[in-house]
């Protein structure tokens, strides 16, 4: 019989408390064993994300795999950098003042599905670095990438320290009674509330990576041959099922049959005539998504794309004009290809219309002129920015990635992945010295009124 959460948590603190997971030789171990899981399985992890997803070899591999590859590789070239306990200036002379990295104890993982093995994957690393006991919860809506890694890892990472748990909505709410030290939270912001009000019951700390509508605004300064690629890529990579992908277009209503048609052409250039036997091309994860994504046809008019075929889990890309602002395309994060353009006449016009909702997760702004460009980095509060690109931000390990307000709390990538599942402790070090001692005791009782005056 499988152990009980409980006892799973249980299990994870017990490794804990007996200081396994905390010499840095074995993290560097259990990192070294996670890079050899994923190289030793790379076939196994790319079928399973093809089963799930369809996804394209080219995109798992760089966006799934070798980018878990190179945040581990990241995580153990910097590690003994992170581990350091740094001394800072003191106030007294004679003290020691240090900030020590210390690990939380017991951290859950919960991954989405749309990037099922890096999502879970990447975090769970930065746990281990840190120190950290780790549970893993995959997202049951990408069946075979959870099983893969609840089969795989195991065989590679130490047992009693680092443990996969499967299993859906009832499972995961059992799972959220038991008492963490830090929770790791990616997937959608109405979760995101249950997650933390189930975390705050212990006053347990946090990340939420979750979603929003991420903006794009295109002016007509932009080279727009070169901005409608780099929107169109975004946008369709993993079929629009990317939590930082453009979700919709602000633009002059000058420059929208220009993007139009040169999107147009730019998809029949990469997906040929019909996109749907295009091999670049992912499915959509589940056919309750599919219904939801077709719901937003009737929301603008169809002036690219617009078929589906929910048997096979496809929608294909689709670009919608005359949207109505109020509609459900509009109102949800769309999550699939299907790219709706309002109108604005004026950067401000956009930044209000972007400040209307909640602050997004990304936003995308395509503009030669710099004082435009500036004026949205200044007015609006956002996860993070790619300028004159899509997506770009979030694969620098130099730029912590995370959301703001609905769209999130806390960050991860490069130091971030590792600062995350830490606390910073501060510990003063003081000796008995005998000059050092007269000094402070002045602090002492009597409270003399010459004391007050030092
Ligand atoms: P999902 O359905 O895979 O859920 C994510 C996790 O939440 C899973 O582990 C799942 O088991 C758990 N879960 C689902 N319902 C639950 C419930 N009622 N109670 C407790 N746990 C529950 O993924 P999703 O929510 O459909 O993910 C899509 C969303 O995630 C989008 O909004 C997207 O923007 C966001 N996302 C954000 C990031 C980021 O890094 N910020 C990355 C990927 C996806």
Same mark, same amino acid.
């Given at each position: 019989?499988? $152990?009980?959460?409980?006892?799973? +948590?249980? !299990? %994870?603190?017990?490794?804990?408390?007996?200081?396994?997971?905390? #010499?840095? *030789?074995?993290?560097?171990?259990?990192?070294?064993?996670?890079?050899?899981?994923?190289?030793?399985?790379?076939?196994?992890?790319?079928?399973?994300?093809?089963?799930?997803?369809?996804?394209?070899?080219?995109?798992?591999?760089?966006?799934?795999?070798?980018?878990?590859?190179?945040?581990?590789?990241?995580?153990?070239?910097?590690?003994?950098?992170?581990?350091?306990?740094?001394?800072?200036?003191?106030?007294?002379?004679?003290?020691?003042?240090?900030?020590?990295?210390? $690990?939380?104890?017991?951290?859950? +993982?919960? !991954? %989405?599905?749309?990037?099922?093995?890096?999502?879970?994957?990447? #975090?769970? *690393?930065?746990?281990?670095?840190?120190?950290?006991?780790?549970?893993?919860?995959?997202?049951?809506?990408?069946?075979?990438?959870?099983?893969?890694?609840?089969?795989?890892?195991?065989?590679?990472?130490?047992?009693?320290?680092?443990?996969?748990?499967?299993?859906?909505?009832?499972?995961?709410?059992?799972?959220?009674?038991?008492?963490?030290?830090?929770?790791?939270?990616?997937?959608?912001?109405?979760?995101?509330?249950?997650?933390?009000?189930?975390?705050?019951?212990?006053?347990?700390?946090?990340?939420?990576?979750? !979603?929003?509508?991420?903006?794009?605004?295109?002016?007509?300064?932009?080279?727009?041959?070169?901005?409608?690629?780099?929107?169109?890529?975004?946008?369709?990579?993993?079929?629009?099922?990317?939590?930082?992908?453009?979700?919709?277009?602000?633009?002059?209503?000058?420059?929208?049959?220009?993007?139009?048609?040169?999107?147009?052409?730019?998809?029949?250039?990469?997906?040929?005539?019909?996109?749907?036997?295009?091999?670049?091309?992912?499915?959509?994860?589940?056919?309750?998504?599919?219904?939801?994504?077709?719901?937003?046809?009737?929301?603008?008019?169809?002036?690219?794309?617009?078929?589906?075929?929910?048997?096979?889990?496809?929608?294909?890309?689709?670009?919608?004009?005359?949207?109505?602002?109020?509609?459900?395309?509009?109102?949800?994060?769309?999550?699939?290809?299907?790219?709706?353009?309002?109108?604005?006449?004026?950067?401000?016009?956009?930044?209000?219309?972007?400040?209307?909702?909640?602050?997004?997760?990304?936003?995308?702004?395509?503009?030669?002129?710099?004082?435009?460009?500036?004026?949205?980095?200044?007015?609006?509060?956002?996860?993070?920015?790619?300028?004159?690109?899509?997506?770009?931000?979030?694969?620098?390990?130099?730029?912590?990635?995370?959301?703001?307000?609905?769209?999130?709390?806390?960050?991860?990538?490069?130091?971030?992945?590792?600062?995350?599942?830490?606390?910073?402790?501060?510990?003063?070090?003081?000796?008995?010295?005998?000059?050092?001692?007269?000094?402070?005791?002045?602090?002492?009782?009597?409270?003399?009124?010459?004391?007050?005056?030092?």
């Amino acid at each position: 019989m499988a $152990p009980s959460y409980k006892e799973v +948590v249980e !299990g %994870a603190r017990k490794a804990y408390a007996e200081g396994k997971t905390r #010499p840095i *030789a074995f993290r560097r171990q259990q990192l070294q064993q996670y890079k050899k899981m994923l190289t030793d399985h790379k076939d196994e992890f790319l079928k399973a994300l093809v089963s799930d997803l369809n996804k394209p070899q080219l995109e798992a591999v760089i966006f799934e795999v070798d980018f878990a590859l190179k945040d581990v590789d990241f995580l153990l070239e910097n590690l003994d950098r992170l581990v350091k306990t740094e001394e800072v200036q003191s106030v007294v002379p004679g003290d020691k003042s240090l900030l020590v990295r210390e $690990p939380y104890g017991v951290v859950l +993982v919960m !991954g %989405a599905w749309n990037y099922p093995l890096q999502l879970s994957l990447i #975090p769970a *690393a930065g746990a281990i670095a840190a120190g950290n006991s780790v549970i893993i919860k995959p997202s049951e809506v990408s069946p075979a990438t959870a099983n893969a890694i609840a089969k795989y890892l195991p065989q590679y990472l130490d047992k009693d320290c680092f443990r996969v748990v499967l299993g859906g909505v009832p499972e995961t709410t059992e799972l959220l009674k038991e008492r963490f030290d830090y929770v790791f939270y990616t997937g959608s912001t109405t979760v995101g509330r249950i997650v933390r009000e189930a975390a705050n019951k212990y006053l347990t700390p946090t990340t939420l990576e979750l !979603g929003g509508k991420c903006p794009c605004y295109v002016d007509g300064t932009a080279d727009l041959d070169i901005a409608v690629r780099r929107i169109l890529w975004g946008k369709m990579f993993n079929l629009g099922q990317t939590c930082i992908a453009p979700d919709y277009i602000l633009c002059p209503r000058g420059i929208q049959d220009a993007f139009v048609n040169k999107a147009k052409e730019v998809l029949k250039e990469w997906y040929g005539e019909d996109m749907k036997k295009s091999p670049y091309l992912c499915r959509i994860v589940a056919e309750r998504h599919v219904d939801r994504l077709v719901s937003y046809l009737k929301d603008g008019k169809v002036v690219i794309g617009g078929r589906y075929d929910k048997a096979s889990k496809w929608v294909e890309p689709t670009v919608l004009v005359d949207v109505k602002e109020n509609s459900g395309v509009m109102k949800d994060e769309v999550f699939g290809p299907i790219l709706p353009i309002l109108n604005v006449n004026t950067p401000d016009e956009a930044i209000t219309f972007i400040n209307k909702g909640e602050k997004p997760l990304a936003m995308y702004v395509f503009s030669k002129n710099k004082a435009d460009v500036d004026k949205f980095l200044e007015r609006v509060s956002t996860g993070g920015v790619t300028v004159n690109d899509t997506l770009h931000h979030s694969a620098n390990p130099n730029l912590p990635f995370g959301g703001v307000g609905y769209s999130g709390m806390g960050a991860y990538h490069g130091d971030q992945t590792f600062y995350t599942f830490v606390h910073i402790k501060p510990v003063l070090v003081r000796e008995y010295d005998a000059t050092q001692e007269k000094i402070l005791s002045a602090r002492y009782p009597p409270y003399t009124a010459e004391k007050l005056k030092i």
